[in-house]
């Protein structure tokens, strides 16, 4: 009894010393773990340097402090300025761009009106005072003197352009062509106006070129009096163009015509709606500050054209009417409607093309500057072309077609009988002299407040470029990179003489074939900066040479863009 009494008394002591030891291993383990603080909360290690923070409270984790926590989280938008700043600059180029736009379209729109005036105004007086020299020049023995000077020239041809072109466009039937369009279905006239869209921008790019062609053939100094035959030629196919040009136009003013008078106005709404695909062929293309002004150009001119297409329209509808002037407010709406959409998609276009670019709302200004040195260099004694032409060659804007076609409309619309019809159109004619002189006297000093603030007065001194000059600038291009001739390596490797001491450096030639012209700091004005000044260069294995790997292209300045292309919107 004794023995198994002590026998139990010893098992339970080693149960309690092994429940004593195992407890103290745990202990141990979990003061380990405490010091090494390694404590795991949603997932995340943090470092805990005490033990009392292994338990967390379940309220920290809890929804309502979750939700708190997001109400009251705050941030601080001064930790990137700069970026913000940006941002907003963005929003007030937008909103200033409105402003700035309309600012430019305004000017352009009375610089294509002073050179339409002048088709109506001055040159048939500029004609007439012409063919008086033609004539007395010869009867007053002044045979040493030239007949006509160039510009006197230039207005002659005009002159006969248009009567010839009037004359063919007397044959063409607008009534038969109005019902003849009027026939058509909706979807095939609104694929017919978008065509001939297409086709004004192609007649308008090239048309001046055939012209200024014409022009430098009848006034370019001949030593043989046959060579005067090939103005005839030029004279004939710029006679073609302008009639052609001319019917283009008459045939947008009755699809433009079509949409007014039908009765449910859809294809009115979709020749609109075709304003507004505009802006997604242009807003998400890269654009520099030349093809931006491009782009201006052809939106002045293509305003412009508008407003005499709706006067074409206008005046039609007044004439079926029997000139009520009640019918004119019907129109409103109308014409109200498609000035006001062409407006707004300039606007929008003109946003966002300047905020995808980083293009400052002042660049208008810039433009508008360059629109007002054509005007003044116009007026200057060393003018190399006349006023009306420099717009056509900048907008493209060709006044000559839609003069043509104007005057036909007005001459089939407007019946001239007696005396006092007579005196009506003299009056007219002294009205519009009067506003052309008008105009031209605003624009020209409003020109020269433009010129003067953007510091381009020097470059009035400037001579015209000539035809010398490009001609010795290839030259000296083609001396750049003529190849080494075998004869001279021959006579290289027999003398052991480098051939740097055989043929002058190549860079000297080049310099003294181009002649130095002075540069002042204003020709660097309004021109896109030019990223390509760092490239590579690389040793020419022929020449022994050091030359670029890539053909530099030459910075562009905004006075050098002669006239608007149907490319000028490309991405370069």
Not at 440 to 467: H, Q, R, Y
Request: with cysteine.
């Amino acid at each position: 009894m004794a023995d198994s009494l002590s026998s139990s008394l010893g098992e339970d002591k080693d149960k309690e010393k092994a429940d004593r030891e195992r407890s103290r291993r745990d202990i141990r383990i979990d003061q380990n773990k405490a010091e090494d603080g390694l404590t795991e909360t949603l997932g995340f290690k943090t470092n805990a340097g005490d033990s009392s923070t292994k338990k967390r409270n379940m309220s920290d984790l809890s929804l309502l402090r979750f939700i708190t926590t997001e109400l009251t989280r705050g941030y601080f938008l001064e930790h990137n300025e700069a970026k913000y700043t940006e941002r907003r600059e963005r929003v007030y180029t937008c909103l200033r761009i409105p402003k700035e736009l309309e600012k430019l379209m305004i000017f352009g729109f009375f610089l294509c009106l002073d050179a339409f005036l002048y088709v109506f105004t001055l040159l048939p007086l500029r004609v007439i005072l012409a063919l008086l020299r033609l004539v007395t020049v010869p009867c007053c023995g002044l045979s040493g003197s030239r007949l006509l000077q160039p510009a006197q020239v230039c207005d002659v041809l005009k002159g006969f352009i248009m009567v010839l072109c009037y004359s063919m466009m007397s044959y063409v039937d607008y009534a038969m062509m109005y019902h003849l369009i009027r026939g058509q279905s909706v979807i095939k006239l609104y694929i017919i106006y978008n065509m001939l869209e297409v086709a004004d921008r192609l007649f308008s790019s090239f048309g001046q070129d055939i012209l200024d062609a014409l022009y430098w053939t009848a006034t370019e100094p001949k030593e043989k009096k046959r060579a005067h035959i090939g103005v005839i030629p030029h004279f004939f196919m710029a006679v073609l163009y302008v009639f052609l040009h001319a019917i283009l136009i008459m045939i947008q003013a009755t699809t433009l015509n079509v949409a007014f008078n039908s009765h449910n106005k859809s294809l009115l709404t979709i020749m609109m709606s075709n304003n507004f695909v505009e802006i997604k062929g242009s807003v998400f293309k890269k654009f520099e500050k030349n093809n931006l002004f491009q782009m201006s150009n052809s939106d002045i001119k293509e305003r412009f054209t508008n407003y005499i297409l709706l006067l074409i329209v206008c005046l039609r509808n007044m004439e079926q009417f029997s000139w009520n002037p009640d019918h004119l407010w019907v129109l409103f709406p109308d014409v109200f409607m498609v000035i006001a959409s062409e407006s707004a998609v300039d606007v929008v276009k003109h946003a966002f093309i300047t905020k995808f670019n980083d293009i400052s709302a002042d660049v208008y200004g810039e433009y508008r500057a360059s629109l007002a040195f054509d005007l003044v260099s116009s007026r200057q004694k060393n003018a190399y072309t006349d006023y009306s032409d420099s717009v056509s060659r900048r907008m493209g804007f060709i006044p000559l077609p839609l003069a043509l076609l104007l005057i036909r409309v007005v001459t089939s619309s407007v019946k001239i009988q007696g005396s006092l019809s007579f005196m009506c159109v003299l009056l007219f004619y002294l009205g519009m002299i009067t506003l052309k002189v008008l105009n031209s006297i605003v624009l020209l000093g409003t020109s020269c407040v433009f010129v003067k603030a953007a510091n381009m007065e020097e470059k009035l001194s400037d001579p015209p470029p000539s035809a010398v000059s490009s001609r010795a600038n290839s030259r000296a291009h083609r001396f750049k990179h003529v190849p080494t001739l075998p004869q001279q390596e021959a006579a290289a490797d027999r003398g052991g003489i480098p051939l740097s001491s055989v043929t002058p450096p190549l860079s000297n030639m080049a310099n003294s074939s181009t002649p130095t012209v002075p540069k002042s700091e204003s020709d660097t004005f309004l021109t896109t900066p030019d990223d390509e000044d760092d490239v590579s260069k690389i040793i020419n294995t022929d020449t022994g040479l050091e030359g670029d790997m890539r053909p530099k292209t030459p910075k562009k300045d905004l006075l050098e863009i002669d006239r608007f292309t149907i490319c000028g919107n490309r991405i370069n």
